[in-house]
């Protein structure tokens, strides 16, 4: 047995078209009926009037009012009068009469000296009337008025005449109208069901067809999928104004509000200049990166169009802690590499020292083998005395062994002095690794490339001290240096002078400038001493507190400190007892730099 199948929800464009067909012929009809009572009304009002104007004139003719004085049989003289003016008034009728009502004239003589049938009350008293009365001659609408001996109002009423029109007579007036309205009717009808089917249709395509319920239902999953997504979200209209953005977009982007943004263009948002223009490109961008004040962001745009362009959807990926984590990776890359030189050069020296002990020169072998460890810890010791924060002398001592095997000399210059500990919680290892290590590559790229043409020694300089409440870290090179025109150009991304590799260039540089932004530092490039290009960080330390000043020392250098009184020698215990403890006591903390404990 097979069941009818039951119709679906209607799509949102039918259901508008059918209320709107409805609407229109309801508003067509009631326009027609109110149209139609207006006329029909207007045409018995028009043939009240016109009635009334032909009983006036009748009532005011010398000649009616001398037949109805003189003539013994009133109405010989009269039939005829009312039959003409009948004639050339065109009214149904006219009717006069002596004030009892009897008829002189009739349009049917049959009725001539019948009783009139109507009203007759009002214009006994004098007045002029017109009513709506149905007669010999069906409904009509009739005009009664007096006829007086001498003409004026006050004078004796001497008969009675009644002119009028039948309704069945304005109702044919009426229907040429009532035609003509019709036919106005349907062609409004039939153009607004074109309109609204034009419209409708279009409506359709817009809404795919989908009914309310779909659309509503769309709605919810769009703004459960917006607030759902952690990636930043951005739509833009045709003109490159916010139209959406979700909290993962407010939240890399900066915005606290989004009712800020809406409805205002990209370009003026407060974006870094390679941001913006990469939001207001008409082309797809696809992984881009892009830096903001403290962010490090993926971008891919994609243009809507169906036909014209309507707008730019724009996906924003936070890549902050994976692009720290990569460079910490290839700094651990660069380790391992090092590592596996040393390894093999140290294999290769350990064959020469078991080659000199089979040959029996064991002094030799001692000598060999003393001198490169002497080597290696001297230029350990090298770094450590010079900075002994442990992160950045790891560093220096990576980067050393890399630039030496690209044949590179990095040095830490002799005004280097960095004690261990005095960097705040608030500058993270991660930023110095990122602030240095950059810094360091760059600079070793250059230096390799002026040992590649020739230009001299390959030398890289580094210092790291600290200056009236600044951290300074310094890295010169002897490369070729940096064009004065791109002293700004070189800290943007995407710029750079080397050859394009898997990962992309110009992006070193950029994450620098971004991390020192971000602890309020300064970043410069200017010519090194040497030639080449010499770039300087400063970031602010906390400012440590003065030393306390004795006051009976008036050069305000410390005071000395006394000697420690002697120990004594502990007594002599008995054996018997047990030796006690000694208690313990807390450890002195060593003297900070700038006399702080």
């Known amino acids: ?15 508008l078209f059918t209320m709107q067909a409805v609407l229109i012929a309801v508003v067509v009809a009631g326009c027609a009926l109110f149209t139609y009572l207006s006329d029909r009304s207007q045409a018995e009002d028009a043939a009240g009037r016109q009635a009334m104007a032909v009983a006036r004139s009748i009532a005011d003719a010398p000649s009616v009012r001398e037949a109805i004085r003189t003539a013994p049989r009133p109405t010989t003289l009269l039939q005829p009068y009312a039959l003409q003016v ?92 009532v035609t003509a309205l019709f036919g106005v009717a349907v062609g409004a009808l039939a153009l607004g069901a074109v309109g609204t089917y034009v419209i409708n249709a279009r409506l359709r395509r817009h809404t795919h067809g989908m009914n309310a319920a779909e659309l509503s239902r769309m709605h919810d999953y769009h703004q459960a999928a917006l607030h759902a997504v952690r990636e930043g979200l951005l739509m833009l209209d045709g003109q490159y104004k916010v139209a959406l953005m979700n909290d993962g977009g407010r939240e890399l982007l900066g915005v606290d509000d989004e009712r800020e943004v809406v409805g205002r263009s990209v370009a003026e948002l407060g974006l ?9 490109s008409a082309e797809p961008r696809v992984d881009e990166v892009h830096l903001t004040a403290d962010r490090v962001l993926v971008v891919n ?17 936070d890549v902050t802690e994976l692009q720290s984590l990569m460079g910490e990776l290839d700094s651990e890359r660069g ?12 294999a290769n020296r350990l064959h020469t020292v078991v080659s000199l002990i089979e040959l029996d020169r064991a002094d030799e072998a001692v000598d060999f083998a003393t001198a490169e460890l002497e080597l290696a810890q001297a230029l350990t010791d090298q770094v450590v005395a010079a900075v002994s924060e442990p992160v950045l002398a790891a560093l ?21 002095s960095l004690d261990d500990g005095l960097l705040p919680d608030t500058l993270p290892s991660r930023d110095l690794v990122t602030i240095l290590g950059n810094l360091i590559d760059n600079a070793v790229d250059a230096a390799q490339g002026s040992l ?30 940096v064009d004065p025109a791109h002293t700004e150009a070189v800290f943007q991304r995407g710029f750079t002078t080397k050859p394009a590799g898997p990962g992309g260039r110009g992006l070193g540089l950029a994450l620098v400038r971004q991390a020192v932004a971000r602890h309020e530092g300064t970043l410069t490039v200017a010519e090194a001493a040497g030639g080449g290009a010499e770039f300087e960080v400063r970031l602010p330390l906390p400012k440590v507190a003065a030393p306390v000043v004795n006051p009976a020392n008036a050069s305000g250098r410390p005071a000395p400190v006394k000697s420690p009184e002697p120990v004594k020698s502990p007594e002599p215990v008995d054996s018997t007892e047990p030796a006690k403890s000694p208690e313990p006591t807390e450890p002195v903390e060593p003297a900070l730099p700038g006399g702080d404990v």
């Open 396 to 416: 220096l001592l990576g980067k050393t062994a890399q630039a030496n095997e690209r044949g590179v000399e990095l040095v830490v210059s002799e005004d280097s």
């Open 86 to 177: 009948q004639h050339d008034t065109d009214v149904d009728f006219v009717t006069i009469m002596n004030p009892e009502g009897i008829r002189w004239t009739h349009p049917n003589e049959e009725q001539i000296g019948q009783r009139f049938l109507g009203h007759r009350e009002r214009a006994l008293r004098g007045e002029s009337f017109t009513e709506v009365f149905s007669g010999t001659l069906g409904p009509s609408v009739r005009a009664v008025t007096p006829i007086r001996a001498d003409g004026d109002s006050d004078g004796e009423i001497i008969g009675l005449v009644s002119a009028g029109i039948r309704v069945e007579e304005i109702s044919a007036r009426v229907q040429d109208q």
């Open 272 to 280: 870094p200049a390679p941001l913006t223009g990469a939001l207001l």
């Open 1 to 15: 047995m097979r069941f009818p199948r039951v119709p679906g929800p209607r799509s949102l464009a039918a259901q």
């Open 335 to 346: 380790f391992t590499q090092a590592l596996r030189s040393q390894a093999h050069e140290a």
């Open 301 to 317: 745009t994609s243009p809507v169009s169906g036909g014209e362009r309507r707008g730019t959807v724009v996906t924003l990926r």
């Open 452 to 481: 590649e043409s020739g230009m001299g020694p390959s030398r890289v300089t580094v210092t790291a001290l600290t200056e009236d409440s600044l951290l300074v870290l310094r890295v010169s090179d002897t490369g070729t240096g």
